[in-house]
């Protein structure tokens, strides 16, 4: 048996390994990160109505 | 303040410590399987690919066993949690499942001469593996989500029969596959130096799992969070 070849094998299982586990969690915290954007757009959305019809109620 | 993950979708201080765990778990491993385990005389180098297959096939069985507890408790009570725990840990399995797959068929290739046969280990692994990729996909491809969950939670219990089809495969059929040599009546027929390189990547891998799958379930619930924002009601 080639040892040299096999051990080509064995990084090839290693480095897959390696990408779809970093893939995985890379895909995971992009989603995450654009939701958190997103809500945080609409809350500060919301939070600028708010004060603009408290202060029309105000006047 | 200490926060063990919030609804916010921030990570609290027990993703930090399984993500840091993960990390230097994955780095010991390495360690133990290129330094401190032997190259296998008959394999040769080749053969360390065996740490990391068992491993990934533990957190797929892991994961299947919760989607499968999950979707009872779903059938019983439909609650949105139980689906989504069950979502979480379905999609891990499916991940790990691939990573068993693609890692068997590169070790498959120098020692059988070949990346796939259609043997029933291997078969009854990539039936495995559909399932649960028609499991992820069923609440997308049917009209109303209700009853696309609850299909999809009979799929969840139905499927997990392959586990144990895929486990005994080994002794129930002829087949290329080495035979068992770490969950044996006899006990593990390993040197101690595998036995204890296979338990702590078992260790690692569980850890791992646990730390993607709360990433999931917070990406959950930030999807909530912004439907409940985005609802005319509020």
Redesign the interface.
Known sequence: ???I???D??F???A??WV??FG??FF??R??GD??R??NA??EE?EGRGSDEEEEAGA | MLRSGNAEGGRGWLDDALGVAALIGMVVALWLIFIYTPVELVQGAVQKVFYIHLASIWNAYLGFFIVFVASILYLRRASARTDRIARAWAEIGVVFTTITLISGAIWAKPIWGTYWTWDPRLTSTLVLWLIYVVYLMLPGLIGDPERGRRYAAIVGIIGFIDVPIVHMSVRWWRTLHPDPIVATVEGPALPMSMWYTVLFCIAVFTVLAVFLVRQRLQIDEMRETLNALRSPAR
């Open positions: 048996m080639d040892a070849q096999n051990f094998y064995l090839a299982a290693y897959i390994l779809v586990v995985y969690f995971l915290t989603q995450l939701l958190r997103e809500v609409l809350r919301r």
